[in-house]
């Protein structure tokens, strides 16, 4: 397990084993395009927050090699499905072919929109952008609102 923590908001975001194993089949390896999907959680009512279930791509969504924009119908689709199931949607997450990815501005502006725009009643929205590198603890972790973006450093375990 890799816990992801802001300090200024008391807040973590926990990665099981199995989680992470699902994550390595997307890992922006060689010339692969930019993809990505959602994050979800059973449990958003503590201020540890686990990952339970992550979406894969759907075939309506466009991926180019430094650009991924999902499908939003499709995106909704499955936000409705999991909410069913008590997974409640709290992010998204994309791929940079990048060691040690660090956010884009269009990525910054898009976490914001999302916060603004998507039905959740959620303090914060997770971004997470997926290392190349097979050490998951390299990702990008924030949790975000419409004005600020909070980067989460991995705890020490
Ligand atoms: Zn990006």
């Given at each position: 397990m890799i816990v992801f923590r802001s300090e200024e908001l008391d807040l973590e975001l926990s990665f099981s084993c199995k989680i992470i194993q699902e994550f390595q089949k997307y890992r922006q390896t060689g010339s692969k395009l930019e993809t990505g999907g959602m994050l979800f959680s059973s449990s958003v009512n503590s201020n540890?927050?686990?990952i339970d279930l992550?979406?894969?791509p759907s075939n309506s969504d466009i991926s180019r090699r430094f650009q991924f924009i999902p499908n939003k119908r499709s995106a909704q689709a499955i936000i409705d499905k999991n909410f069913?199931?008590?997974y409640h949607y709290i992010g998204d997450w994309h791929t940079h072919p990048e060691s040690c990815p660090s956010?884009?501005?269009q990525d910054l502006k898009t976490?914001?929109?999302l916060f603004i725009e998507s039905k959740h009643d959620l303090t914060f929205l997770v971004i997470l952008i997926l290392c190349q590198s097979n050490d998951f603890k390299n990702s990008?972790?924030?949790f975000a609102n419409e004005r600020m973006v909070y980067r989460c450093e991995?705890?020490?375990s």
């Open positions: 540890i927050v686990e992550i979406s894969s069913e199931n008590n956010p884009s501005t976490i914001k929109s990008y972790v924030a991995v705890k020490a």
